[in-house]
């Protein structure tokens, strides 16, 4: 698990620019129409012009897995740049990092409208979670 943490810390020292305010273990959420979402940023590095989500997974991952993988947890850098988006205006550039293979992917997110924008990111999470609690509740009732 130490040599996850190095890797780690070697990431987000290659991220970081010196003048770069980096939090760590930051707990955020962000208000939808629909409900809260909550969680627990790994990393976030404020830079002049970008804010930046940096996400460690350390668990087993090879190169054909990579974008499965990448694609599972989307939604939840999605919603850690909205947590962001709440109390920064910079755009959020988000990170996936993968101690296991040394790789990471990169999604950026802006104000404005559109694929890519911090708004239809908002929708897109909003909508998914009404479809979440309609199927908990016709789950229930369907007992």
């Known amino acids: 698990m130490a040599e996850h943490a190095q890797r780690a810390n070697g990431y987000v020292r290659h991220v970081v620019d010196s003048d770069d305010a980096v939090y760590r273990e930051l707990k955020a959420s962000v208000e939808l129409a629909h409900g809260s979402i909550s969680g627990i940023v790994d990393c976030l590095v404020l ?37 962001v988006a709440a109390f920064d205006d910079r755009p959020v550039t988000t990170s996936l990092y993968f101690t296991e293979i040394e790789a990471d992917t990169g999604v950026e997110f802006s104000a404005g409208s559109g694929d890519g924008s911090l708004g239809e990111l908002k929708s897109s999470l909003d909508r998914r979670l009404r479809e979440e609690i309609e199927a908990q509740i016709k789950a229930e009732f369907d007992m």
């Open 47 to 83: 830079g002049d012009e970008t804010a930046t989500v940096v996400d460690y997974k350390t668990g087993r991952v090879d190169e054909s897995k990579l974008e499965q993988k990448t694609e599972y947890y989307q939604p939840q850098l999605e919603a850690y740049a909205l947590m």
